[in-house]
């Protein structure tokens, strides 16, 4: 099991055709490789410098037991993380393409307001390539999209790897979560 101490991360699977989905990314405080099964059956990939803590899957189990207040917390992160993944697979079966990015860039930005972020700035140390594989397209179809919604005036560049969000909600209605 390994706490994400600072930096980000994709997680990521190769099919059997040599495609690769990602699944997810992680960032400072997120844990990884819990799994109920006795293995942890996505790989993962450093996309910025990172500092990890490892600890073990017996120290861990151990950790749980002993003290009543970690139960209920990894509780909770395996109970997102599998909203997460539903969510996903919704975005992924019903969404177009500018609704899939307006969600993506509206679950970054509630994340930065999570951290205790002022400004809204969605930070992106993954690469569009990423951020295509993660939401089912093509590079060109996010880079079009990404135009497209700045064109808009709902989105705007802030440095290299970050955009800001100009307006929230219209955003909101983009992705499809307007109500």
Do not use: W
Not at 31 to 41: F, R, V
Not at 67 to 93: K, N, R, T
Request: aromatic content about 6%; overall charge positive.
């Amino acid at each position: 099991i390994f706490e994400i101490v600072e930096g980000s991360l994709r997680i990521f699977r190769i099919l059997p055709d040599g495609r690769r989905v990602i699944t997810g990314f992680l960032h400072d405080g997120d844990i990884l490789g819990l799994s109920l099964k006795s293995h942890y059956i996505y790989s993962a990939e450093a996309i910025t410098g990172l500092t990890i803590r490892r600890l073990s899957r017996k120290a861990f189990e151990s950790e749980v037991a002993n003290c009543a207040a970690i139960g209920p917390v990894v509780f909770s992160q395996m109970a997102d993380e599998m909203a997460a993944a539903q969510d996903q697979m919704v975005l992924l079966s019903t969404k177009n393409a500018e609704e899939r990015l307006c969600s993506f860039f509206l679950k970054g930005l509630q994340r930065t307001c999570r951290d205790g972020n002022v400004e809204p700035v969605v930070h992106l140390p993954m690469t569009r390539l990423d951020i295509a594989d993660y939401l089912g397209l093509t590079v060109e179809t996010v880079s079009r999209t990404v135009t497209k919604l700045i064109g808009k005036g709902v989105l705007a560049p802030a440095g290299r790897h970050a955009m800001k969000v100009l307006r929230r909600g219209v955003l909101a209605q983009l992705a499809g979560d307007g109500d």
